[in-house]
């Protein structure tokens, strides 16, 4: 029982490192309707080389107000040596370049770099400014833990 609590426990503290992703704000993106856009942010200096955050879509169309609608959302976050963190992925949402919030009622997907923790819902806000991300119903979560070694296999 005790390796199970410490696999949650790891479990618990990884997720909340998947949602430390980024305090800087990405690129605007262009004001017209665009197709397979790409917003990039990086690390802070001596990593300003290293992608810190990318943000793309299908396509995105604008809406009143400087929102943007994103169809094919993915959110992608890395580490300064360039692993993948986590991926968020959305059928649709609407998104602020200007304040980095992008929300949906629709279904989100999120992964772990390394494809061990998977979460899914519907409905969801991101805020890039405080890289806090929030789920609000029907929320299932995957923990894919490591098999267990049976001796003499």
């Given amino acids: 029982m005790k390796g199970v609590a410490a696999s949650w426990r790891r ?9 430390a992703a980024t305090s800087e ?11 397979d856009f790409t917003s990039v942010s990086y690390f802070e ?3 300003e080389q290293q992608v810190k955050m990318k943000l ?3 396509e995105a169309s604008p809406l009143p107000g400087g929102l943007l609608d994103v169809k094919q959302l993915q959110i992608e976050t890395f580490t300064v040596e360039g692993k993948a963190e986590m991926v968020v992925k959305a059928p649709q949402c609407t ?3 200007f304040d980095g919030v992008a929300s949906s009622a629709g ?5 772990s ?11 969801f806000l991101w805020r890039q400014t405080n890289s806090a991300l929030t789920i609000s119903n029907r929320v299932r979560t995957l923990i894919k833990l490591p ?3 049976v001796p003499g296999s």
């Fill in 95 to 97: 998104y602020s370049p």
């Fill in 11 to 19: 479990a618990g503290v990884a997720a909340l490192m998947l949602f």
């Fill in 56 to 58: 793309s879509g299908a």
């Fill in 113 to 123: 770099g390394d494809g061990k923790f998977h979460i899914e819902g519907e409905g």
């Fill in 45 to 47: 200096p001596p990593h």
């Fill in 147 to 149: 098999e267990a070694t």
């Fill in 25 to 35: 704000r990405a690129q605007p993106l262009p004001a017209g309707h665009a197709t």
């Fill in 107 to 111: 279904h989100l997907a999120l992964e």
